[in-house]
């Protein structure tokens, strides 16, 4: 998903929801929240999309993909939101395993530095 076009819907959506302080309200969060995603000094997350979606019936489609509908007009929407997450976690996952194995890959580096050094 480009962080760059859900950021540009999610500006839509605070403008149609009258300004950051606003929108915050509606979905319960705090407005620097809201300001930190725009300003992109944070991640666009889950947790924000699936309130945007549950509370104020944004479709997940458009927000993320930017296609279809941009309200919720189906009952599957409740399930494309479900396998977002699912999705979402199998990528955490994902993430943990690769850390996992950069690191095991740098501590075999190390080890065949320390046993070049000590044979020469």
């Known amino acids: 998903m480009s962080d760059d076009a ?3 819907r999610l500006k839509v959506i605070v403008k149609e ?3 950051q302080l606003a929108l915050a309200n509606a979905i319960g969060v705090d407005q620097g ?5 725009i300003n992109k000094k944070q991640d666009v997350s889950y947790y924000l999309i699936r309130k945007l979606c549950f509370q104020l019936k944004y479709s997940p489609e458009w ?8 309200m919720i007009h189906k009952q599957d ?3 494309l ?14 993430h943990a395993r690769m850390r996992a194995y950069e690191l095991e ?7 065949g530095t320390n046993q070049k050094q000590q044979a020469g």
């Open 81 to 94: 939101i479900t396998e977002i997450q699912m999705l979402r976690t199998e990528v955490d996952i994902l």
């Open 17 to 19: 929801h009258g300004g």
């Open 77 to 79: 929407s409740a399930k």
């Open 33 to 37: 929240f809201i300001s930190k995603v």
């Open 63 to 70: 927000l993320i993909l930017g296609t279809g509908d941009k």
């Open 6 to 8: 859900v950021v540009k």
């Open 105 to 111: 890959l740098q501590e075999i580096k190390c080890a």
